[in-house]
């Protein structure tokens, strides 16, 4: 309850973690920048306080920031990120499936990419490691950090809202809806990868 009263509209900590987090996670994945977000919905979501707008501008600034920084270090440190974070097997798949995916549907996935569990990282540094168009970066990631921010917020208040007197139980409601939503999302990228593998080997067969 007392670290719920402190994510106020009127806190600075409000603010800095609604930029700090999703601008962190970009490169630290394990750190919980929708749980922050969604968490902040859930504080204000008794409030109408206009200001509630600025922190989820806050959010989307700091994913901007985050996504751009991911492209910078994969332009300027690409064989070195290279060797680093996809030497192993799993991270050679995830690096080959953002480039091809990229190449196929470029700012569509870039903006999905942030709903999908482990691909932002993967997809950011490859635009970077490719050299992907830098104003079409730009613009693709200012709308998922707008998206995103959005939808994290509005699931917090959601929360929120349905458990006025009892907010830790709107944050496990809220945090259990994004986990849900992040499932099926990767459920359907999973299903429709093996269906084009299969399309390819029929049309090779």
Known sequence: MSALASLQVDSLLSY???????????????????????????????????????LVACAAAGA?????????????????????????????????????????????????????????TAVMLSCGIVRYDRRRFIIATAIAGVIWACYAFFIGRLGGKAFEDKPWAGLLLAFGGTLAISALIELVRRLRARWVQRRAAAVRG
């Open 16 to 54: 800095a973690a609604a930029i700090v987090f999703p601008a962190l996670d970009a490169i630290f994945p394990v750190l919980p920048s929708e749980t922050i977000v969604i968490t902040l919905g859930v504080a204000t979501a008794g409030s109408a306080d206009p200001r509630i707008a600025l």
């Open 64 to 120: 901007f920031l985050g996504d751009n920084l991911c492209y910078v270090l994969g332009r300027r440190f690409g064989p070195w990120i290279d060797r680093r974070f996809f030497r192993s097997e799993k991270g050679a798949r995830q690096r080959d499936w953002a480039i091809r995916s990229l190449e196929r549907y470029g700012i569509p996935l870039i903006v999905a990419c942030r709903f999908i569990p482990g691909g932002r």
